[in-house]
């Protein structure tokens, strides 16, 4: 008796479609696994005079023996895919991972996120997006809160939610809007530096060209340091920032057992809001960080891929104080195998 309204529910829902709705909802369930191994070669970010200063501060590794690690991230995400409105699929997609660094035990890292994608026509689609990644180790720095001077390890909590929609302009040729809004939550020895960011990017993508495939983007940004002035010694200084970024990238897309051929080239600029002289640190401090890459995806089997990926970072860091620009600034480079299967899961039928 209890089902007599779902089954109602659903029996109505079927008349009003022409397709029965049970068969639109019980669909397969889609499940791909990975395995990620890489390189980073500058795991803590550190600059050029902290490097030459290691060997004799040995606070600056924290508990590592290199400035390097290697990487495995085991990765899984299941996606379910429904026609809740008739003609326009939806998808739930759920992913976790986590990464463990071979000469870091601190640096490893999980995380989560759930997204659902809403098709509205052609090349216009409706998403959402929730991401978390509960315990993001940095390095070790001193609690300027307290008497005792040894630095200790600084963690954070990095919780991502995010909205994009994306309608066509022209021919092959689309405009994707996305706002964003990142809280980034640090533990209880360094909560001066507790931020949240908010983004809005625009993006504009074309297959004119075919096969290949060009994107632009243009974003800003404004973190908002929101424990400034809350009674701690260490939160008197605004660690507040605006940003700005432009990226561009051009994939070649053969559509056979190689996939995608590509790269990226991403700019963002960074300008601290402080203007007090007591802060030499983030006064007047502005950055600019570059972040090249280059990929190839193919297929190795039925339903076994490959993913080829290497990325070089540089930020160079601009400040009136030079040990400032020395200190924030540094470089490193990361690649990365990725090696992915999926399967469908006919849990319904």
């Known amino acids: 008796m209890k089902n007599i309204p779902i089954i109602i529910l659903f029996s109505y829902a079927s008349i009003l479609s022409g397709q029965p709705f049970l068969n639109r909802v019980l669909t397969p369930i889609y499940v791909t696994s990975s395995v990620m191994f890489g390189y980073d070669s500058n795991v803590l970010k550190l600059s050029e005079s902290e490097m030459d200063d290691a060997g004799v501060n040995k606070d600056i590794l ?22 809740l409105i008739r003609n326009h699929e939806t998808r739930l997609v759920l992913n976790a991972s986590h990464a463990v660094y071979s000469h870091s035990r601190d640096k490893s890292y999980s995380s989560w996120s759930v997204k659902m994608e809403t098709h509205l026509g052609h090349y216009s689609w409706l998403k959402l997006g929730y991401s978390l990644q509960p315990n993001i180790y940095l390095r070790p720095y001193i609690d300027r809160d307290k008497i005792d001077l040894t630095a200790r390890s600084c963690t954070f909590a990095n919780e991502t939610i995010w909205s994009s929609v994306s309608f066509p302009l022209f021919d092959k040729t689309w405009f994707t809007g996305k706002v964003k809004q990142v809280h980034q939550y640090f533990d209880e020895s360094f909560t001066e530096f507790d931020t949240e960011k908010r983004c809005a990017e625009g993006r504009l993508t074309t297959k004119i060209l075919n096969p290949f495939r060009l994107s632009l983007s243009g974003g800003i940004a404004h973190g908002q340091n929101t424990t400034h002035n809350s009674g701690y010694i260490s ?100 690649f990365w195998i990725t090696i992915s299967t999926n399967t469908s899961l006919d849990l319904f039928y």
């Open 62 to 83: 924290g508990g590592m023996q290199t400035f390097d690690s290697g990487i495995i991230r085991p990765e899984m995400q299941i996606e379910y895919i429904p026609e």
């Open 235 to 334: 939160t008197s200084f605004d660690r507040s920032y605006n940003e700005k970024s432009m990226a561009g990238s051009l994939a070649y897309l053969p559509k056979k057992w190689i996939y995608s051929v590509g790269n990226s080239l991403e700019l963002t600029q960074r300008f601290y809001t402080s203007e007090i002289i007591d802060d030499p640190v983030h006064a007047g401090r502005e950055q600019e960080e570059i972040q090249y890459r280059l990929w190839i995806k193919m297929k190795l089997q039925d339903r076994i891929f490959l993913e080829l990926n290497g990325k070089y970072r540089e930020r160079q860091t601009y400040s009136e104080y030079e040990w400032v620009e020395e200190f924030k600034s540094y470089s490193k480079i990361d």
